[in-house]
């Protein structure tokens, strides 16, 4: 059994679906704790440690062989409790941050909310040293775009997120920085990849969960 660790209860039909489509045996088991992420925007993800480790834990409790933290603003704070929660903790962003780093050395990093923009760009920075590859890494906020989300109308937030990203045309690859984002990568037009981190995330998380 898997544990997502959720900071929007908008994940779960999204993970579902994917479990469905791509790990039909897997159990997944979510929590939703949206106070995190309000938390991390409003005083920065490090604040938040203590309350991320509680609610990994109570998740690793249910008996789950790995957790899977789908929130890119607190995942690297997630992925450093590993060892008090007993159980792999995974962010969902890694797999995609490596596949970025291979796709090439130009990164353009896009988040609808700034708290996330520093951790991923970390996170692939690190992708890149670990894989001794030099790459140059910059982030854009897409304005506007997360009152979209917050009020519910997710056609008009995907619309808005790749509308930007067709409009970045220096780049190797684009990659989009929350999971919620996802659903842009089928709208833009850009012949620049575009990368979203659910599927591979959970993928990651289905393989150390069966380990």
């Not at 690190?126 to 009020?151: K, M, P």
């Not at 008009?156 to 999971?179: K, M, N, S, W």
């Amino acid at each position: 059994m898997l544990a997502l660790l959720h900071t929007s209860p908008a994940h779960i039909p999204v993970f579902d679906a994917l479990r469905d489509a791509d790990h039909p045996d897997l159990e997944l088991r979510h929590f939703v704790s949206e106070e995190l992420l309000e938390r991390a925007r409003r005083e920065g993800p490090e604040a938040v440690t203590a309350d991320v480790r509680d609610a990994l834990v109570r998740a690793a409790g249910t008996g789950a062989r790995a957790v899977l933290c789908t929130c890119s603003s607190i995942g690297a704070v997630a992925e450093a409790q590993a060892a008090a929660v007993g159980v792999p903790v995974l962010r969902v962003d890694r797999p995609m941050a490596a596949a970025a780093v291979a796709t090439g050395p130009s990164v353009v990093v896009l988040g609808t909310v700034r708290s996330t923009l520093g951790p991923t760009a970390d996170l692939v920075e690190e992708e890149a040293r670990r894989s001794a590859r030099t790459v140059s890494v910059r982030t854009q906020l897409v304005d506007g775009a997360w009152d979209h989300f917050a009020a519910g109308d997710t056609d008009a937030y995907a619309r808005h997120i790749a509308a930007a990203a067709d409009e970045i045309t220096d780049a190797d690859v684009i990659v989009l920085a929350q999971a919620s984002m996802t659903p842009a990568q089928q709208l833009t037009s850009t012949m620049i990849p575009v990368l979203s981190s659910p599927r591979p995330g959970l993928a990651a998380a289905a393989a150390s969960a069966a380990m």
